[in-house]
């Protein structure tokens, strides 16, 4: 089994990917933080604690942009963008 400090940088590399995977999928985003802030608990170092914080803003940040996608795709297809729109 892996170290305490081990998970505490699984954790901490959890978060920055959970923020980064936020910006382009959204969803991707809040399933890593999910796992890197379940990681994040079982461990009480620093570095456990500054990946929890990266994980909780990861979680936001991809629950934010996931709402803003949804509300884009709805005006977009309210406003009738879609309806010349070339398929296949």
Same mark, same amino acid.
């Given at each position: ?5 081990? %998970? ?30 379940? %990681? ?23 629950? !934010? ?5 949804? !509300? ?10 879609? %309806? ?5």
């Amino acid at each position: 089994m892996a170290e305490k400090e081990d %998970q505490s940088v699984v954790s901490y590399v959890l978060g920055i990917v959970s923020i980064v995977m936020a910006i382009f999928t959204p969803l991707a985003g809040i399933v890593f933080g999910i796992i890197g802030l379940t %990681q994040s608990k079982k461990q009480k170092t620093k570095l456990s604690e500054k990946a929890k914080k990266l994980n909780i803003i990861g979680i936001i940040l991809g629950i !934010i942009l996931f709402i803003v996608t949804i !509300i884009l795709a709805y005006t977009i297809e309210n406003m009738g963008l879609l %309806q010349n729109f070339p398929t296949g």
